[in-house]
């Protein structure tokens, strides 16, 4: 283990922080500079916001037509059958892209887009 230069402060020295389980890690700020620590604030949000937004806040895809990353509210899956490319009955193989649900020029492309071969 090596020593750090503190973040806070710029005191040079090794600064292990312990988990609840005992377990350690080197960290480049020193526990005084990591205690004093204070997060920026965050705006109030009500529940009924989170529980709508929850999982938009987490999921974000990115658009295999135009490459746009977008909330997974704002993303649709176009779905077709492929098994027949490669010698498959019907059924078997599903190609699914993603594209931009508000953007019909996406939609349209989704519907004979493929995966780039490489």
Same mark, same amino acid.
């Given at each position: 283990m090596s020593d750090f230069? =503190?973040?806070? =402060?710029?005191?040079t020295a090794m600064f292990l922080v312990a988990d609840p389980l005992g377990r350690t890690a080197q960290v480049p700020i020193c526990p005084a500079c990591l205690m004093s620590f204070v997060p920026p604030a965050? !705006?109030?949000?009500?529940?009924? #916001?989170? *529980?709508?937004r929850k999982f938009d806040l987490i999921a974000r895809w990115t658009c295999h037509v135009c490459g746009k990353e977008r909330p997974d509210a704002e993303?649709?899956?176009?779905k077709r059958d492929v098994g027949a490319e490669y010698g498959l !009955? #019907?059924?078997?193989?599903?190609?699914?892209?993603?594209? =931009?649900?508000?953007? !019909?020029d996406c939609? #349209? *492309?989704? *519907?004979?887009?493929?995966? !780039? *071969?490489?």
């Open positions: 230069v =503190c973040q806070g =402060c710029g005191r965050v !705006p109030a949000i009500s529940l009924d #916001e989170i *529980k709508n993303i649709a899956v176009a !009955p #019907e059924g078997i193989m599903t190609l699914n892209v993603r594209h =931009c649900a508000d953007d !019909p939609a #349209e *492309k989704a *519907k004979t887009w493929n995966f !780039p *071969k490489g």
